[in-house]
């Protein structure tokens, strides 16, 4: 492993990170939940919703924008359709709930839909897609977010990197969870603070909407809509089902990790729909087993040697860093232990380190 990383086995990382939640205030089984979702995205190779959002998720509950007490309420039920109210509690609290409430109206009902809304950041949309789907059900999760990017063909910010994701009963077959901009804003933030001196092509824009490789530059720009006027059309359909929907925060009045002055007031989307009440279970899966082989046996792209399907990257990435643990960059690795030390939480020891 590079001396540009230390290397944590997981179950380490999450008694960090938990410890770290613990000391800014958060109650022990949310800190949990939390520390779980966090080293769940690292172990997935998704470092950019890893244990790095913890520097800011600390910042927001400082600066009293997230409340670590509250766990929000319902809104409203209507067969099964449900509005929640996160009361600007802790993301992962709330969406959790909103999964179990989900899956309990898709059990009555076939399909059970729930849309937060002040609710907080989620971190990776798979770990909330995933826990409809090991319910049985095929799971959908959306979320609107901090206003950062310019519609395509503009240069203001006013749509979130609003994620995507879906997760299907069965074995592993598909995965898919994708922000609407080419890559995540937080995969800029993870160049930066592992002192990156590039990032690729087609990730970002300057503040004038030229392309840059540049992070720094990138940092201060705009990410760039997926797909050009497909991505932006993607985000907007995210804030409509999230927060059109929720009566929740549009556009510009969403906050985020990185804003002090309001609280996020974020709005999810989970969508859990029964597969087995379309066909058994075990055909779904066959079915999705026969998609899975059709789209992977493809002829590989000059300059490829597979080809891949949604969830293949961070299933292999699960498996390796399972076994040989996490790398953190130096970077990150430095912010954490400084905030460990504000906490006075202790500091693992890790290779590298
Ligand atoms: N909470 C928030 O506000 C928020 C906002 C934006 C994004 N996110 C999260 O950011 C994370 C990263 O998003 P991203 O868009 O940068 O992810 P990404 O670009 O790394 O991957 C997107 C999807 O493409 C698939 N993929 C990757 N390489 C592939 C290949 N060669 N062939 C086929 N499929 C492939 C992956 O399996 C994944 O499902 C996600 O977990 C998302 O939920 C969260």
């Not at 959002?53 to 067969?79: F, K, M, P, T």
């Not at 030229?210 to 992070?215: A, E, G, M, R």
């Amino acid at each position: 492993m590079s001396p540009e990383f230390i290397t944590i086995q997981a179950p380490a990382l999450t008694r960090f990170a938990d410890s770290i939640l613990r000391g800014a205030g958060v109650p022990a089984r949310t800190a949990r939940l939390v520390a779980d979702t966090l080293v769940a995205a690292n172990l997935r190779g998704v470092d950019s919703h890893g244990v790095q959002l913890l520097i800011w998720y600390c910042e927001q509950i400082a600066a009293r924008n997230v409340d670590v007490l509250r766990a929000g309420h319902i809104a409203s039920e209507n067969g099964a359709c449900m509005l929640y109210d996160g009361d600007n509690g802790i993301g992962q609290l709330i969406s959790d709930t909103c999964c179990d409430h989900a899956i309990r109206l898709a059990k009555d009902h076939g399909i059970g839909m729930v849309v937060a809304r002040n609710s907080t950041h989620f971190g990776a949309a798979a770990w909330w897609a995933q826990k409809l789907a090991r319910e049985g059900f095929i799971g959908m999760v959306m979320c609107n977010a901090t206003a950062l990017v310019a519609p395509w063909q503009g240069r203001d910010k006013m749509l979130g990197t609003n994620p995507i994701c879906m997760a299907v009963p069965g074995p592993r077959t598909f995965l898919l969870d994708m922000a609407t901009t080419t890559v995540a804003l937080n995969r800029v933030f993870k160049a930066v603070l592992s002192g990156e001196k590039s990032i690729p092509a087609g990730w970002a824009m300057d503040a004038e909407g030229n392309p840059t490789t540049d992070p720094q530059t990138a940092l201060a720009g705009l990410p760039m809509p997926l797909g050009g006027y497909k991505g932006s059309g993607l985000a907007v359909m995210v804030e409509i089902l999230c927060a059109v929907l929720s009566g929740g925060a549009m556009l510009t009045n969403v906050g985020g990790i990185r804003v002090k002055d309001i609280p996020m007031s974020a709005s999810q989307m989970f969508l859990a729909i029964d597969a087995a009440r379309f066909m058994p279970l075990d055909e779904f899966s066959r079915r999705m087993q026969f998609v899975r082989e059709t789209v992977k046996s493809s002829r590989p792209a000059s300059g490829y040697d597979e080809v891949l399907i949604a969830g293949d990257p961070e299933w292999r990435s699960e498996e390796a860093r399972l076994r040989d643990g996490i790398p953190v960059s130096q970077g990150i690795w430095k912010e954490l232990t400084a905030l460990a030390g504000r906490l006075k939480v202790a500091v693992p020891v890790v290779a590298n380190g």
